[in-house]
């Protein structure tokens, strides 16, 4: 696989970029560190700053980062362009996203009211791009924690997958790891992952179903559990489901401001592109499909879809998931 050539920049013209890490050139937060808009040599660029207190050891981290993304060549996974480690500052630089992160779509509305059925479709299939191209590598990576955050949006809105602090690769001849700690987001996590710290390509379909979900219904699933008051606990892979399961329409799950500009034959393929989240959900990872099949299914309606089984969500332990599972069947 060809390396990109890294440039490795000095501090000082990081520093200079940003104006001294100016909370004006602020564009992001996370839990490895701080995104910052900076302009060096005549090109916008983001320039992350590793958080020290966020890893016990930052260079590794740095180095973690780099030998992942620097190997990487694709329309649907973000750039890295260089790097700095100088004294005692660790910060990656990639290309410039102008219009930020999908979370940020999900919670503002005003934002999401640019995001046609088309736009929304094309992210869908951006990210499933970038995945196949992740999990057909030779040493296939693993992303570990795709979620709304960590997928950016350039000036037309295409996608591109970020954030590969916690990704793994997998050998050739591994179909899964096992991990020492719990890694992810609370909420995104595979079932297999929390239970058995076990992590293979399918936990990222896991995730992308999710993702699928989130961008039909117009938020995220953390806000939707919050904005439904019941005794059971609120769960959008669920809700949907379950609707599913009982044959009732699943209009009510597409967001608002889709329902309002979609034809009829655009309905239908949403509820088919749910049906698609549904079965990469599922809580038996072999039941899930592979990347490959999922790009295929998106872009082929002659393509009939399996009923989907019943869908994974860890609330806090398998009992707890059992639990739920009863109140929903």
Known sequence: MPQQNLHVYRL??????????????????????VVYKGEVD????????????????????????????????????????????????YLSVYQYMQNGDLKMYLEDQSKREKLTWEKRFNIINGIAEGLVYLHGLKDAIIHRDLKPANVLLNENHTAKIADFNLSETLAENETHITAEILCGTVGY???????????????????????????????????????????????????????????????????????????????????????????????????????????????????SLLPPDTPSYIIGGEARLRRALVDFL
Not at 17 to 33: C, M, V
Not at 58 to 65: I, N, R, T, W, Y
Not at 256 to 267: A, S
Not at 288 to 299: E, I, T
């Open 42 to 89: 005549g090109r916008i660029v983001a320039i992350k700053k590793i958080n020290e207190n966020s890893v016990p050891r930052v260079d590794v981290a740095l180095a973690h980062e780099v030998s992942v993304l620097q190997f990487l060549e694709h329309d649907n996974v973000v750039k890295l362009l260089g790097f700095c480690s100088e004294s005692g500052h």
């Open 12 to 33: 000082e013209e990081l520093k200079k970029a940003t104006y001294e890490f100016s909370d004006d050139n602020l564009i992001g937060k996370g839990g490895f560190g």
């Open 189 to 303: 996590i595979a079932p297999e992952s929390h239970l058995a710290l076990r992590y293979s390509p399918k936990s990222d379909v896991h995730n992308f179903g999710l993702l699928v979900l989130e961008i039909i219904a117009g938020c995220n699933i953390m806000d939707y559990s919050i904005s439904k008051s019941n005794d059971r606990p609120a769960v959008l892979q669920f809700d949907v489901w379950h609707q599913w399961k009982n044959k009732k329409p699943l209009l009510g799950f597409i967001d608002q401001i889709l329902r309002n500009d979609c034809m009829q034959d655009q309905i239908d393929h949403i509820e088919r592109c749910i049906l698609i989240g549904l079965l990469c959900v599922q809580y038996n990872s072999n039941k899930r499909p592979n990347m490959k099949d999922v790009l295929q299914m998106l872009n082929n309606c002659n393509i």
